[in-house]
């Protein structure tokens, strides 16, 4: 998988296989690459329930030929009854079981917000042709994957008393690749929405399902919680690059850090990829953003500082000025934990959506309701009892991980990528992007290439630099020599992230890339 895949009809790269070829026939029966979006989120939503679902958080950055991006913020807030003390008998929010399930799933209201979007660009298709396939895989059931299989057995003992977890995802016993698993509450659901639309999910039968169950097992939240509730559009963060404008999701999310890599690596001045000085750049421009994400931030309402300020080009070369290239600085600071999945959609009237779905930690807090089937997330467990950026609050937004980036490119190219994988999201961005706009990797190649990974993720408790094994011998040399406590691992590692990218040039021409650490593919028209 060394050669992008190309098309000038229309593409979507995912990381299961299913929710790209979900996406790929909505483009095919004429629906635009927001509709084909949404019908590949909820497939993989089915298909990929260890790494996301509808009962988790969503974002989309949408470019329009000619227009600056838009974008759509669909994370739920803390609810109303999560109070401090709601959890003085835990020394930290819990992160697993109904304790942990404390905040409203956003995403069903992102892709609400998104189909409108996609009527203003014409689109046609009906809701129930876009969950068509997501209920077919929900009912008659899927292939388990590896990497779903593995997680299962890791995280078993943290999982198998949660209600609902080991009914719906280990009903015969822990299962093996390619046992078929079905969903047949979740396809109810799903259909449910088709008929009644997505708004019953908020204000309607399901929410009231939803509501039950939730109060039920233990949970704060409640169907005013749900109700209450809308996505946003909101004005996306811009860094501007020597090579062009990169966007991002503002706070919550770490965008801000995945824009700052880029913008501070861009002031070094590296010139050559691979090297001691592309990778040491990048890791210690990483070092710099997130210390400034860590500090500040969280739900935007109370922050005090302006996160793109941070992002203007005097602070960037401050920023730059402390890095010293040939030493590394000493780590390590808080983790973020995290895992999602990104999808990139590009249609032939050259609209690029790039999405990224989650229900924060490996199958979220592990609670699947019993009317409805659906896996509740966690994000609420990266709240903290203590003041600070992330102080536990009603109402409040908790910090999110996920973090879509799009690039306009002066050569004329629009660019989506992302990935999954928490802490590492950013600096995957970082690594994919630099290889292919900055020292002109071919788009799959620079997916494909050996990843670094500096801090802590997918339940690693180590938060030292992890090299994939194929890099160069003297690469792993130099970056000791410099003062990087680095740990060699695998040769294609799932820590590393699930990424992909689809870039469109101006003459139309469409490249995509799926990550051969992933379970996808780039499908095209």
């Known amino acids: 998988m060394l050669k992008a895949t190309m098309t000038r009809g229309g593409m979507l790269s995912a990381p299961h296989h299913l929710a790209a070829q979900s996406g790929a026939a909505v483009l095919r029966e004429g629906g635009n690459a927001v509709e084909a979006m949404l019908a590949a989120a909820a497939t993989i939503a089915v298909s990929y329930p260890h790494m996301n679902g509808i009962g988790g958080d969503g974002f989309w950055l949408i470019a329009l030929p000619g227009k600056p991006p838009l974008a759509i913020r669909a994370c739920g807030p803390a609810a109303q009854l999560a109070e401090r003390s709601f959890y003085a008998q835990d020394k930290s929010i819990p992160t697993r079981g109904p304790r942990a399930a404390l905040t409203v799933a956003g995403a069903i209201g992102g892709w609400a917000q998104a189909l409108e979007v996609a009527a203003r660009l014409g689109g046609r298709l009906p809701l129930a042709r876009l969950l068509a396939d997501a209920i077919h895989h929900a009912r008659v059931g899927v292939p388990v994957t590896r990497s779903q299989a593995q997680l299962t057995a890791a995280k078993w003992s943290e999982l198998e008393l949660v209600p609902g977890f080991a009914e719906t995802f280990a009903g015969q016993g822990l299962p093996t690749v390619g046992d078929t698993q079905a969903q047949p509450r979740l396809a ?28 039920a097992l233990g949970s704060p939240l409640r169907l005013a919680d749900l109700e209450s509730y809308r996505a946003e559009q909101v004005t996306p963060l811009c860094v501007e690059l020597g090579v062009g404008r990169s966007y991002n999701l503002p706070p919550p999310t770490q965008g801000v850090s995945a824009l700052a890599i880029l913008g501070i690596f861009d002031k070094l001045g590296v010139r050559e990829g691979e090297s001691f000085a592309h990778v040491h750049g990048l890791v210690e421009a990483t070092k710099r953003a997130f210390r400034w994400r860590n500090a500040h931030c969280g739900d935007p309402r109370y922050m005090r500082v302006d996160a793109q300020a941070f992002l203007a080009a005097d602070s960037l070369r401050h920023e730059a000025s402390q890095i010293d290239l040939q030493r590394a600085a000493p780590w390590p600071e808080l983790a973020k934990p995290g895992d999602t999945i990104w999808m990139g959609a590009a249609d032939r009237h050259g609209c690029v959506v790039s999405y990224i779905q989650s229900v924060y930690w490996e199958f979220g807090s592990g609670v699947v309701l019993p009317e409805s089937g659906v896996q509740w997330q966690n994000r609420g467990a990266s709240f903290s009892l203590h003041d600070g950026p992330n102080a536990l609050m009603p109402g409040r937004l908790p910090f999110h991980t996920l973090n879509p980036s799009l690039a306009h490119l002066k050569d004329g190219r629009v660019m989506a990528y992302g990935t999954m994988g928490g802490e590492g999201q950013p600096q995957t961005q970082a690594a994919v992007f630099s290889r292919h706009v900055l020292f002109g990797q071919d788009l799959q190649a620079a997916v494909t290439a050996p990843r670094w990974l500096l801090g802590r993720t997918w339940g690693e408790e180590s938060t030292n630099l992890k090299l994939e094994s194929r890099f160069a011998p003297a690469l792993y040399e130099a970056l000791g020599a410099a003062g990087h406590d680095i740990q060699i691992v695998g040769e294609f590692e799932d820590m590393m992230g699930h990424a992909g990218a689809v870039s469109v040039h101006p003459g139309g021409l469409i490249e995509g890339a799926s990550d051969p650490r992933a379970d996808g593919l780039c499908a095209a028209l």
């Open 188 to 215: 109810a659901t799903l259909e449910q929405l088709a008929r009644a639309g997505l708004e019953d999910f908020y204000r309607g039968d399901v929410a009231r399902s939803l509501a039950r169950d939730l109060e």
